[in-house]
T-cell receptor, first 115, second 114 residues
Framework: NAGVMQNPRHLVRRRGQEARLRCSPM?????VYWYRQLPEEGLKFMVY????????ESGMPKERFSAEFPKEGPSILRIQQVVRGDSAAYFC?????????????FGPGTRLLVL | AQSVAQPEDQVNVAEGNPLTVKCTYS??????LFWYVQYPNRGLQFLLK??????LVKGSYGFEAEFNKSQTSFHLKKPSALVSDSALYFC????????????FGTGTLLAVQP
């Protein structure tokens, strides 16, 4: 059973460009979570999605960031007009259910560098 | 609001000695607590969790954690450290309300010397 897949693993963008980060959850998992890890910091929650629904986006910056989890295909975290402060590791996690007791399984992350 | 504190940025221990990585939490209801480990340039790997039941939770790679309600702690332990245990360890608590987000501590770097 393949784990959570994320691509690309590394992404370099210039200021003002768009970044698209993809996450394929583990087989059978329909709940996806995105977290951001800034240098020398812990992980911060960004958004929680189920298929075709955003459940909690309380950690998402108000502008330039969006996320989706379509019926078919991976979850996408999109950052428009990137700035240097967006440079971070972005991790996706998935779980099969969402009852508070479930384990979230993490992908390897996408490391975004904004020049 | 839920929060997690990891008071030590780094823990140094000699190989073969017992190790403890500390975590304290603050929650308004029943705590759901987790430990993850992160190796350099890798994602987080799940080690163990406390939901309910026995206060001593056993997990992967010989790790265990002790839930202490009166001290609001969930320290990670291992009887005999290995050099390969050297990594960044994160404690997390499940957020309150309907969301299932995890709230992470700032992490503790464990360095095991041969």
């Amino acid at each position: 059973n393949a784990g959570v897949m994320q691509n690309p693993r590394h992404l370099v963008r210039r200021r003002g460009q768009e970044a698209r980060l993809r996450c394929s959850p583990m087989k059978g998992h329909s709940h996806v979570y995105w977290y951001r890890q800034l240098p020398e910091e812990g992980l911060k929650f960004m958004v929680y999605l189920q298929k075709e629904n955003i459940i909690d986006e309380s950690g998402m910056p108000k502008e330039r960031f969006s996320a989706e989890f379509p019926k078919e295909g991976p979850s996408i975290l999109r950052i428009q007009q990137v700035v240097r402060g967006d440079s971070a590791a972005y991790f996706c996690a998935s779980s099969p259910v969402s009852n508070g007791q479930e384990t979230q399984y993490f992908g390897p992350g996408t490391r975004l560098l904004v020049l | 609001a839920q929060s997690v504190a990891q008071p030590e940025d780094q823990v140094n221990v000699a190989e073969g000695n017992p190790l403890t990585v500390k975590c304290t939490y603050s929650v308004s209801g029943n705590p759901y607590l987790f430990w993850y480990v992160q190796y350099p340039n890798r994602g987080l790997q799940f080690l163990l969790k406390y939901i309910t039941g026995d206060n001593l939770v056993k997990g992967s790679y010989g790790f265990e954690a002790e839930f202490n309600k009166s001290q609001t702690s969930f320290h990670l332990k291992k009887p005999s450290a290995l050099v390969s245990d050297s990594a960044l360890y994160f404690c997390a608590v499940r957020g309150e309300g309907a969301t299932n987000k995890l709230i992470f501590g700032t992490g503790t770097l464990l360095a095991v010397q041969p």
